[in-house]
């Protein structure tokens, strides 16, 4: 396995329709770690650069540097353990929609199931985490965060986890107003029939950054229990 600067836990659909349609989508393909044309072009404006380097994705445990002392056969080992301990999550569909200013889909409904997963990976893969930098601390701009938000990134070293959670898979880096509806009409018209319903995850992504800055799937942990 390369080496990684940092990692983190994402959901990522398996191989399948769904997969190659993000993958052309986004420009590049999580799973082989290569890039391909982008189809989220509107207009000669390319509105996936953004998201791009992730793949696509949602992110379960933010990424993050390993902590002092700890190497990668650590966290795979303690992923694995965590994944075959956990039962997978079943949404009824995903809908696409604006999510503050950017294009995603998220699920149709709310659900206390995919809460409290995305919670336990959190916490169960905590140990495994560096501390934030103060550099990286700044990068989140804590003077726009909540009392709330604040207490997160310096308990997880992420404000968007536990009940401020809310999964999603980016489609699109923000958008002017004028691009909104057409980027929803792309969107909608590449991903028709494609999006699996309902709507399974059924294991864990441990997912790696590189040199560049670009995100590669590096193995899918089975939710068994």
């Given at each position: 396995?390369?080496?990684?600067?940092?990692?983190?836990?994402?959901?990522?659909?398996?191989?399948?329709a769904?997969?190659?349609?993000?993958?052309?989508w986004?420009g590049?393909?999580?799973?082989?770690?290569?890039?391909?044309?982008?189809?989220?072009?509107l207009?000669?404006?390319?509105i996936?650069?953004?998201p791009?380097?992730?793949?696509?994705?949602?992110?379960?445990?933010?990424?993050?540097?390993?902590?002092?002392?700890?190497?990668?056969?650590?966290?795979?080992?303690?992923?694995?353990?965590?994944?075959a301990?956990?039962?997978?999550v079943?949404?009824?569909?995903?809908?696409?929609?604006?999510?503050?200013?950017?294009?995603?889909?998220?699920?149709?409904?709310?659900?206390?199931?995919?809460?409290?997963?995305?919670?336990e990976?959190?916490?169960?893969?905590?140990?495994?985490?560096?501390?934030?930098?103060?550099?990286?601390?700044?990068r989140r701009?804590?003077?726009?965060?909540?009392?709330r938000?604040?207490?997160?990134?310096?308990?997880?070293?992420?404000?968007?986890?536990?009940?401020?959670?809310?999964?999603?898979l980016?489609?699109?880096?923000?958008?002017?107003?004028?691009?909104?509806?057409?980027?929803?009409?792309?969107?909608?018209s590449?991903?028709?029939?494609?999006?699996?319903?309902?709507f399974?995850i059924?294991?864990?992504?441990?997912?790696g950054e590189?040199?560049?800055?670009?995100?590669?799937l590096?193995?899918?942990?089975?939710?068994?229990?």
């Amino acid at each position: 396995m390369m080496k990684m600067n940092r990692y983190a836990i994402y959901y990522a659909p398996p191989a399948g329709a769904f997969a190659d349609a993000a993958a052309t989508w986004l420009g590049w393909d999580l799973a082989s770690g290569c890039a391909v044309p982008p189809a989220g072009v509107l207009g000669g404006q390319d509105i996936t650069q953004t998201p791009r380097k992730y793949g696509f994705h949602a992110t379960i445990k933010p990424p993050f540097r390993l902590a002092e002392g700890v190497d990668i056969s650590q966290l795979q080992q303690a992923t694995q353990q965590l994944a075959a301990s956990m039962q997978a999550v079943t949404l009824p569909a995903l809908k696409l929609t604006l999510l503050e200013g950017f294009l995603a889909l998220i699920p149709a409904a709310p659900s206390a199931d995919l809460q409290d997963l995305a919670a336990e990976v959190v916490r169960a893969l905590d140990p495994y985490r560096a501390p934030l930098t103060m550099a990286e601390i700044a990068r989140r701009r804590p003077e726009l965060l909540t009392a709330r938000q604040r207490e997160l990134l310096g308990i997880y070293g992420y404000p968007y986890v536990m009940e401020q959670f809310q999964f999603h898979l980016t489609l699109s880096g923000a958008l002017a107003a004028e691009q909104a509806t057409p980027a929803m009409a792309a969107a909608q018209s590449h991903f028709a029939g494609v999006i699996p319903q309902p709507f399974v995850i059924a294991d864990l992504c441990l997912c790696g950054e590189d040199d560049l800055g670009q995100f590669h799937l590096l193995h899918r942990y089975p939710l068994m229990a």
